[in-house]
């Protein structure tokens, strides 16, 4: 089973940027969309962005023109560049694969706060 790990949250200001990094184990990343969700206390997991094995990109309404994901698959991780970061960011983030299966990593806090 495929496990992933996500890392790079933290504490920042409203305005800020942090770059998340999400590395799968396992051969098989490559041929898979993955996704970033994120879940805010006391609400229900939500999509953000997703990104195809060849590439193709969608995003969240709520940050579009902020965020931007990656993907290296060489090193089987996946990245959330999120700029302009705003209170309602808040949330602790995930990856999976798009749509999602099998277990979830730990995840990453991020909190947006001045």
């Known amino acids: 089973q495929v496990q992933f790990v996500e890392s790079g949250g933290g504490l920042v200001q409203p305005g800020g940027s942090l770059r998340l990094s999400c590395e799968a184990s396992g051969s098989i990343f490559s041929f898979y969309a993955m996704g970033w969700y994120r879940q805010a206390l006391g609400k229900q997991r939500e999509l953000v962005a997703t990104i195809t094995s060849g590439g193709s990109i969608n995003y969240a309404n709520s940050v579009k023109g902020r965020f931007v994901i990656s993907r290296d698959n060489a090193k089987n991780t996946v990245y959330l560049q999120m700029n302009s970061l705003k209170p309602e960011d808040t949330a602790v983030y995930y990856c999976?694969?798009?749509?999602?299966?099998?277990?979830w990593g730990q995840g990453t806090q991020v909190t947006v706060s001045s």
């Open positions: 999976n694969f798009d749509p999602p299966r099998g277990g």
